[in-house]
């Protein structure tokens, strides 16, 4: 059966701003050596199966030991708890991949699926930063780079599973100590992307 889902989403990166990865197609060594990236996603609205998905929020948490183009990398969800349980594997399909639509592209890259947590995933928007927290594993904000008329910059036509349109965005905080990816950043000068999306299957 056909699904859809579409929503507001924001990640933050270990990378230094602007993340490698988005100007080299996945092949660029990322600034650190490895990657490390928490991509965190609000349903506004969709359905699969019959199950409706309205205001489910979960994220996804993966690192790669080199080039993201290169594999192998270890992915895990997050899924809000106040979610039902057939909303919790509804979004797994669709996160993993396994359901198609967009994040089937990055399913022969994934060489680890390390499993899915519930937590309360709070989810805010406050003009052009973004947060997004998930209990004691994931806690990130995230401001957009803005032009001279205090609008975004985005890039467009990108090669992200997501959107093909982001805004460009530096991580305020970012920290993720979940399924074995550890990494913590204050300094402001880290990479993060924001944008709406809507995808289908």
């Given at each position: 059966m056909a699904w859809q889902i579409s929503g507001s989403?924001?990640?933050?990166?270990?990378?230094?701003?602007l993340c490698p990865c988005i100007v080299t197609n996945l092949q660029g060594k990322p600034t650190e050596g490895?990657?490390?990236?928490?991509?965190?996603?609000?349903?506004?609205?969709?359905?699969?199966?019959?199950?409706a998905l309205d205001g489910v929020n979960f994220i996804a948490v993966m690192q790669s030991n080199g080039p993201m183009g290169a594999g192998n990398m270890t992915v895990g969800l997050i899924v809000d708890s106040g979610a039902s349980d057939e909303q919790a594997q509804a979004v797994t399909a669709?996160?993993?991949?396994?359901a198609g639509g967009p994040m089937a592209a990055l399913a022969p890259l994934i060489g680890k699926f390390a499993g899915v947590e519930r937590a309360k995933v709070a989810f805010e928007r406050d003009g052009e930063t973004w947060t997004v927290k998930a209990g004691k594993s994931v806690d990130q904000k995230c401001t957009g780079v803005l032009n001279m008329e205090g609008k975004p910059i985005a890039l467009d036509s990108v090669s992200h599973p997501v959107s093909s349109r982001i805004a460009l965005a530096k991580a305020v905080?970012?920290?993720?100590?979940?399924?074995?990816?550890?990494?913590?950043?204050?300094s402001g000068t880290r990479n993060a992307h924001y944008s709406a999306f809507a995808w289908s299957g």
């Open positions: 989403y924001m990640e933050t990166c270990n990378c230094e701003f490895d990657c490390k990236v928490a991509i965190g996603m609000h349903i506004d609205k969709g359905s699969k199966d019959g199950v669709i996160a993993s991949g396994q905080d970012s920290h993720m100590h979940v399924f074995g990816i550890d990494w913590d950043d204050t």
